[in-house]
């Protein structure tokens, strides 16, 4: 029997339990839950792995980028960032 056969005669496939199961503790414990649990898991993983690891994982996806969007997207960023630090000198 296929998942769509399934849930037409009122199971519930693992992705379908799962959307419903994260949007009702959405409902019940709101955005503050989900940054609370995040920030404490950032804080673990910086103790567990240090700051190496998000040096690495940083330059990866710098490369990651410059693949994909090519060098004129870090020129661009660069020429407003240095608009941005001029016009607070003034």
Same mark, same amino acid.
């Given at each position: 029997?296929?998942? /769509?056969?399934?849930? #037409? ?9 799962? /959307?419903?199961? @994260? ?15 995040? #920030?404490?898991? @950032? ?7 240090? $700051? ?16 994909? /969007?090519?060098?004129?997207?870090? /020129? ?7 608009? $941005? ?6």
């Amino acid at each position: 029997m296929s998942m /769509r056969e399934e849930t #037409r005669k009122g199971k519930m496939t693992v992705a379908e339990a799962g /959307r419903k199961g @994260g949007e009702k503790t959405a409902q019940t414990h709101g955005r503050d839950f989900y940054e609370e649990i995040g #920030r404490k898991g @950032g804080e673990k993983v910086s103790q567990e792995k240090g $700051s190496q690891f998000y040096s690495e994982i940083g330059r990866k996806g710098g490369e990651k980028v410059a693949e994909e /969007r090519g060098s004129e997207l870090f /020129r661009e960023i660069g020429r407003k960032g240095g608009e $941005s630090r001029g016009k607070r000198r003034e």
